[in-house]
Nanobody, 124 residues
Framework: QLQASGGGLVQAGGSLGLSCAAS????????MGWFRQAPGKKREFVAA????????SYADSVKGRFTISRDNAKNTVYLQMHSLQPEDTAIYYC???????????????????WGQGTLVTVSS
């Protein structure tokens, strides 16, 4: 249902963009977002966006560096990442869920739809 792409290797301070295309009819009715899981760590919330795209939420660790957006006509959500640091290295997962974006940091165990993940590696 969710297909993420755009991961890769980037040097510290660089930028990278992720995309996540959704199939099915749920996209416009769902909040969308991104989580990440670094090696040996728990999966964590990164960013979420509401259904219309005019409200967003970010983890403190990425605020000011990452931007989430969506194109409802293309059933796609994006994550633009700037000023990347080695600690941003992780597998990034897109997700879809009907709950408000304020709830997203706590919904990991019960997210409705997960993408397959895309690896982002930031070298120092």
């Amino acid at each position: 249902q969710l297909q993420a792409s755009g991961g890769g290797l980037v040097q510290a301070g660089g930028s990278l963009g992720l995309s996540c295309a959704a199939s099915g009819r749920f996209f416009n009715a769902y909040r969308m977002g991104w989580f990440r899981q670094a090696p040996g760590k728990k999966r964590e919330f990164v960013a979420a966006i509401n259904r219309s795209g005019d409200s967003t939420s970010y983890a403190d660790s990425v605020k000011g560096r990452f931007t989430i957006s969506r194109d409802n006509a293309k059933n796609t959500v994006y994550l633009q990442m700037h000023s990347l640091q080695p600690e941003d290295t992780a597998i990034y997962y897109c997700a879809g869920d009907p709950r408000p974006i304020t709830a997203w940091p706590a919904i990991i165990p019960s997210v409705r739809y997960w993408g397959q993940g895309t690896l982002v590696t930031v070298s120092s």
